[in-house]
């Protein structure tokens, strides 16, 4: 991995955070800088880029200020999902992790050729998202 991506990673995920960088746009950034996907860790506070061929960097990610949920509601989870495709008055990258983590959710990975996200819970439930049509 070249400093130019690990360059792109960090800005991806501080755009995230800090709002200025839009799900879409996070994904053709990585893309176009060669990432396969990337996976983010709510009870690690931590951030995971890959390239197709393994290579990876971690970065630290802003800690959740929510206990990851027991078990993993769907409904509540597809309610934040919305929220945050619909980009709702006053969304926020923080108050969707915030949202996930209370709906049970620990984490997701993203899968850019598979066009869809996994979210899972504590005890491995998953709830997949898959990419909107273009």
Do not use: W
Request: net charge negative; charged share 25%; proline share 4%.
């Amino acid at each position: 991995m070249n400093d130019q991506q690990k360059a792109i990673a960090r800005t991806c995920l501080e755009g995230a955070s800090d709002n200025t960088l839009a799900f879409p746009q996070i994904v053709a950034k990585l893309m176009e800088a060669g990432f396969e996907s990337y996976a983010i860790d709510f009870r690690r506070s931590t951030g995971i880029y890959y390239l197709p061929d393994g290579e990876n960097i971690e970065l630290p990610a802003h800690r959740v200020d929510a206990p990851v949920a027991a078990a993993l509601d769907a409904a509540r989870l597809e309610t934040a999902i919305r929220e945050a495709q619909q980009m709702v008055p006053g969304y926020t990258y923080e108050g969707f992790c915030r949202k996930a983590a209370q709906a049970g959710c620990a984490g997701y990975i993203v899968s850019f050729s598979g066009r869809r996200a996994v979210y899972f819970g504590r005890t491995a439930e998953t709830h997949v998202e898959r990419f909107p049509d273009q």
